[in-house]
């Protein structure tokens, strides 16, 4: 539910919210997980044993299933990993998750210029915050972007909004072009 209570109808927002469960179902201090966004009556198609693990929302129409893709490089670099990522035709749209360590924008003044040392150095913050992200977007240009807290770890403490991530979305809008 929405703050408003309005149940959730979109395919893409309800693709995103099953996806950050499953992968919230994992815990905490995951690497970053791919996923290419496919309209699950197509994948029904083509593979027909999946109708049995229907849920209510895999049958509205224009819904859409998740498709993780596995073994992805290491990377410093998220949009440059994106960078390398084309999807064919088939994948309507894609999803990333990331985790992120965020700081009060005071906390970032004066790093040691060494990675490692900047990195430890805002670990060890008081006020420091651990977050995973989920941007998702779609060929039609609609996106969505969810944040979990782990502080406030609950599926009905997680924000949902277009704009969380705006950097992140356009390299995921950019794995959609030709």
Known sequence: MTPASQPVTDP???A????????????????????ALVPTAELLTREP?????????DQIAGALTAIEQEDLPETDSIE??????AWPDTV??????????????EAERDLPSD???????LSGHPDRRDV??????TRDGSSICLLRQREHDSDDRVATGSD????LVQALRATLTD
């Open 80 to 85: 440059s990993l994106l960078g390398q990522i």
């Open 115 to 121: 990675h490692d040392a900047a990195v430890a150095e």
């Open 92 to 105: 309507v749209g894609c999803a990333i998750v990331v985790e992120r360590l965020v700081v009060p924008p």
């Open 132 to 137: 995973r992200l989920l941007a998702a977007v």
């Open 164 to 167: 969380i991530a705006p950097g």
């Open 49 to 57: 044993q999946l109708a049995s693990g229907l849920t209510v929302s």
């Open 16 to 35: 995103a919210l099953d996806t950050e469960r499953h992968v919230g179902s994992a815990g905490w201090d995951q690497p970053p997980r791919l996923f």
């Open 12 to 14: 893409l927002s309800l």
